[in-house]
């Protein structure tokens, strides 16, 4: 009988070691499906693209913490959302043209389709852009221009278009800059 209890109590120890590694093996495996792989950098828009060119020295990539001084207020709620990392840049077009790019890494594709949906349901009247899914680019029109939201895996855009007369021209700008952010695979 104490033969018995040893051996018993010594397969439950090895049981218990095996089962052990394996959950602490297991805890150390992590799911690269949500961890974002985005390089910021690649939404940089460095050739002309239908008229629109970068104004010189405005591209910057920030943190969370150099969201402040990019935006006057409003930094907090980006970061609320889990912003990573991003990246600000103008474009020119004509001479009262103007397109103000915000590329953000939110880490996630739950995160950046949260702030895409806030953002959403900020907007009082949606405005749609042809051939553009509705579940992926919303719009507004402003005074002047147009403010597109964005979503595309772990990322979020903000083409922010001012200086326009007509509003079919800004939505047709806004939907050629657009499918060129979509086309960057983050």
């Known amino acids: ?19 052990g590694y394996a959950l602490a093996k297991d805890s150390t495996k ?27 020295d405005s591209y910057i990539v920030f943190d969370p ?10 930094a907090d709620f980006y970061i ?6 991003g990246m600000y840049q103008r474009l020119k077009g004509t001479e009262t043209r103007q397109c ?10 739950k995160n950046a389709k949260k702030i895409f949906n806030a953002k959403k349901e900020q907007i009082s009247e949606p405005v749609k852009i042809d051939g553009l899914a509705d579940s992926v680019v919303v719009a507004e029109m402003v005074i ?4 597109v ?12 278009l001012s200086g326009f007369d007509k509003n079919e021209t ?7 800059l657009v499918r060129y952010l979509l086309r960057v695979r983050p």
């Open 1 to 19: 009988m104490g033969k018995y209890k040893v051996a018993c109590t010594g397969s439950i120890i090895l049981l218990l070691i095996i089962a």
């Open 30 to 56: 992590t799911d690269t499906r949500k961890k974002s792989t985005v390089t910021i950098s690649q939404f940089r828009i460095t050739d002309q693209v239908s008229g629109w060119k970068e104004e010189k």
């Open 65 to 74: 913490a150099g969201l402040y001084d990019i935006i006057d207020g409003g």
């Open 80 to 85: 609320a959302f889990g912003l990573k990392k």
């Open 100 to 109: 103000d790019i915000f590329a953000e890494d939110y880490g996630s594709i």
């Open 144 to 147: 002047g221009g147009l403010n």
């Open 149 to 160: 939201f964005v979503h595309n895996g772990a990322c979020y855009f903000e083409v922010l």
């Open 170 to 176: 800004a939505l047709e700008n806004a939907g050629t």
